[in-house]
């Protein structure tokens, strides 16, 4: 049974930091795409970052890019998601998710395993 855990959500003031991390388990992951999604309220599910697990190839969203880093670690069974310079637009729920190698990365419906969800919170 494959599961994917966020963790590390929160509320942060904006310019702050915060690191989410996804634990994966039930499966190996080679060949498959690693990614962090997002839905704020009323608003559709959109990519934001993802990682090819077999040899780290990035890719990020325009809105991101430069400020979120995003990493897995193999022998742990896990991936990162490091946010700088947050921003209220940030404010969502942050999901993880893998989809096997071969599809558009960023489109939601690939995606084969989803997490639960971690909220982010961008707020003075």
Same mark, same amino acid.
């Given at each position: #049974?494959? #599961?994917?855990?966020? $963790? =590390?959500? =929160?509320? &942060?003031?904006? =310019?702050?930091s915060?690191?989410? $991390?996804? !634990?994966? %388990?039930?499966?190996?992951?080679?060949?498959? @795409?690693? +990614?962090?999604f997002?839905?704020?309220? =009323?608003?559709?599910?959109?990519? &934001? !970052?993802?990682?090819?697990?077999?040899?780290?190839?990035?890719?990020?969203?325009? %809105?991101?890019?430069?400020?979120?880093?995003?990493?897995?670690?193999i022998?742990?069974?896990?991936? $990162?998601?490091?946010?700088?310079?947050?921003?209220?637009?940030?404010?969502? @729920?942050?999901?993880? !998710?893998?989809?096997?190698? +071969?599809?558009?990365?960023? !489109?939601?419906?690939?995606?084969?395993?989803?997490? #639960?969800?971690?909220? &982010?919170? &961008? $707020?003075?």
């Amino acid at each position: #049974q494959v #599961q994917l855990v966020e $963790s =590390g959500g =929160g509320l &942060v003031q904006p =310019g702050g930091s915060l690191r989410l $991390s996804c !634990a994966a %388990s039930g499966r190996t992951f080679r060949n498959y @795409v690693m +990614g962090w999604f997002r839905q704020a309220p =009323g608003k559709e599910r959109e990519f &934001v !970052a993802g990682i090819m697990w077999n040899d780290g190839y990035t890719l990020y969203a325009d %809105s991101v890019k430069g400020r979120f880093t995003i990493s897995r670690d193999i022998a742990k069974n896990t991936m $990162s998601l490091q946010m700088n310079s947050l921003k209220l637009e940030d404010t969502a @729920v942050y999901y993880c !998710a893998a989809a096997v190698f +071969g599809r558009s990365w960023y !489109a939601p419906e690939h995606y084969d395993y989803w997490g #639960q969800g971690t909220q &982010v919170t &961008v $707020s003075s």
